[in-house]
């Protein structure tokens, strides 16, 4: 990872459209999602969001895949780790002490057993 790669994957995340499209792909994961349930999903025409794949797709941040007539997109959560370990590292200047909540936000599960109404975890 660079600067310029970077930048690259941190502006086309920075459009609100292309910002949903990545978490709902990323929410998707490992299947990804057809672009038109993506286009669904989102409210916004197909053409629309084609534009808006191929830039995160030139970003490095999502990936397509033909399966028959459909064409799957998934979120390449390796370049997602890249962006943020570029991004964090040596982040504190020598002193680790001021990154530290940081990386113990990012080591959080991502996905917390869900509740019941009555306080128990529920099974999925």
């Known amino acids: ?16 459209t292309r910002l949903d499209a990545f978490q709902l792909l990323v929410k998707h994961e490992p299947d990804g999602l057809p672009q038109g349930e993506l286009a669904d999903m989102l409210g916004v025409p197909q053409n629309t969001l084609s ?38 590292k040596d982040c504190c200047g020598g002193r680790p002490e001021l990154c530290e909540p940081l990386i113990e936000d990012l080591k959080a599960p991502c996905c917390p057993p869900q509740r019941s109404s009555k306080g128990k975890k529920a099974h999925v």
């Open 1 to 16: 990872m660079d600067n310029e790669e970077t930048i690259l994957a941190l502006a086309a995340l920075a459009q609100p």
């Open 51 to 88: 534009s808006h794949l191929n830039i995160l797709t030139r970003a490095g941040l999502v990936r397509s895949e033909r399966r028959s007539r459909s064409v799957i997109y998934r979120a390449d959560l390796a370049r997602l780790r890249d962006v943020t370990v570029y991004l964090v």
